[in-house]
């Protein structure tokens, strides 16, 4: 039997609510979208580059998501003791390029874990707690765990803007 994407009931955006609320409902909503772009592909349909030059994939994509997950509220939010997921110094993109040989269903589990670890590391801290990040020039910024948020629902955005593109030259579904 052939491994196809499960399918997603996925949440509805917020309409009501406090900061938080609103903030990790609309999070939600772009985590369940990008798994709903996803929904009912094969392997080899989500190892697909979406036009040349570009070798950006579906499966690139949940990968590049559940890494940034783990990099924004575990690693930095909450200062987990931890490595990115697909950190090499082959290449700094694993995460987006290394697809030919991953495992989708284990990327797919992978992504949930990092979801539900981000929430629970989230969960603890509250939408002004600060934290430092370094950058290459030995400088570092000072952030907030609401700026996290926000960046989240961009970089879920963006990158769902990509999921559909790509997965409409895949097999022609468009839509939310």
């Known amino acids: 039997m052939t491994w196809r994407a499960p399918e997603i009931d996925r949440s509805h955006e917020p309409y009501v609510g406090d900061e938080r609320t609103m903030l990790e409902g609309w999070l939600d909503y772009h985590r369940d979208t990008l798994l709903h772009k996803c929904a009912g592909l094969t392997a080899e349909q989500l190892r697909t580059a979406s036009v040349e030059p570009s070798s950006l ?3 690139g994509l949940v990968r590049h998501l559940a890494d940034v997950e783990r990099w924004w509220f575990r690693i930095r939010a909450a200062g987990e003791d931890i490595r990115g997921l697909y950190d090499g110094d082959e290449d700094p993109d694993a995460d ?3 697809v030919a040989d991953a495992d989708p269903a284990e990327t797919f589990a992978v992504f949930r874990a ?5 929430r629970k590391a989230a969960a603890g801290l509250s939408l002004d707690h600060t934290f430092r990040r370094p950058r ?3 400088t570092a910024d000072e952030m907030n765990v609401r700026w996290v948020y926000v960046h989240m629902i961009e970089e879920y955005a963006r990158h769902n803007g990509h999921a559909d593109l790509i997965r409409e030259r895949i097999d022609g579904v468009t839509g939310d």
């Open 114 to 118: 990092e979801v539900e670890a981000a």
């Open 136 to 138: 290459r020039d030995g």
């Open 96 to 98: 987006l390029n290394a």
């Open 57 to 59: 994939t579906l499966l």
